[in-house]
């Protein structure tokens, strides 16, 4: 329930992710929103002009929960804040995943966020090229792997050895022999999430990002020793 008062863009928005959370984007209307509210459909339409304008909003609101990285501070720090925050967020709306770099009028939240990205590369010797190949790669291991993790059978953070266990036993592990190995040397270990995949994953590009912005940095001294 929101609270009393006029009708805002910030509730009008904030109740929509929740719809959406709770339901799936495709459950989630004008008129759906208006009654979860208690309003009028038409009363929304001050707010915002129409629904991609709302999801506009719903976007703008999610990358606001990420950890924006900071220009001087650790970049790796920074980047790997990021991207766990940007996991959590994603995990809470799932809905989001397919849409966070669609928008053609991404808001101010959006804008910033991705300026900061950037500013703490830029700031840590990062080219613009070097910069945007690490925006990229990290977004699209954040995107991919918060979009495998929603598809999964269980939720997040469950321990999945009894669910491996039992697709096991159904499995023809002789000619699987693989497949059984990994599960149960890895799989079926005390403590095993999938969402840890996606850290040692992360700290992999990290290390080779660190890797190519020291190459660069060594050219640039390489060059300026030469001039």
Same mark, same amino acid.
């Given at each position: ?17 929740? /719809? ?12 759906? /929103? ?6 009028? =459909?038409?009363?929304?339409?001050? +707010? ?12 703008? +609101? ?20 990021? $991207?766990? @925050? ?10 989001? &995943?397919? /849409? ?6 991404? !808001?101010?939240?959006?804008?910033? +966020?991705?300026?900061?990205?950037? !500013?703490?590369?830029? $700031? ?15 977004? $699209? ?19 999945? =050895?009894? &669910?491996?266990?039992? #697709?096991?036993?159904?499995?023809? @592990?002789?000619?699987?022999? +693989? ?16 969402? =840890?995949? #996606? ?5 992999? /590009? ?18 300026? !020793?030469?001039?």
């Amino acid at each position: 329930m929101r609270p009393t008062g006029p009708l805002t863009r910030d509730d009008i928005v904030t109740t929509a992710m929740g /719809l959406a959370d709770r339901h799936g984007l495709a459950k989630l209307s004008m008129r759906s /929103l208006a009654r979860e509210l208690g309003v009028e =459909a038409m009363s929304l339409y001050h +707010h915002v002009a129409h629904k991609e304008a709302l999801l506009d909003g719903m976007v703008d +609101h999610v990358f606001s929960e990420f950890h924006a990285p900071r220009p001087g501070h650790a970049w790796a720090d920074e980047m790997r804040r990021r $991207a766990v @925050t940007a996991r959590e967020s994603l995990l809470r709306h799932p809905w989001a &995943i397919g /849409l966070m770099d669609s928008r053609t009028s991404p !808001g101010e939240a959006t804008l910033r +966020h991705h300026d900061a990205v950037i !500013g703490c590369l830029r $700031a840590a010797g990062f080219s613009v090229e070097l910069a945007a190949h690490a925006f990229a790669l990290l977004d $699209a291991h954040v995107y991919g792997h918060a979009l495998q993790e929603v598809a999964l059978p269980f939720e997040p953070g469950d321990d999945i =050895a009894p &669910i491996a266990e039992a #697709m096991l036993a159904s499995m023809p @592990t002789d000619t699987l022999p +693989h497949l059984a190995e990994m599960a149960r040397e890895h799989i079926y270990r005390p403590g095993y999430t999938f969402g =840890a995949e #996606m850290t040692w994953g992360l700290e992999l /590009l990290l290390a080779g990002l660190a890797d190519r912005l020291a190459d660069r940095l060594a050219d640039e001294s390489d060059d300026l !020793g030469g001039s």
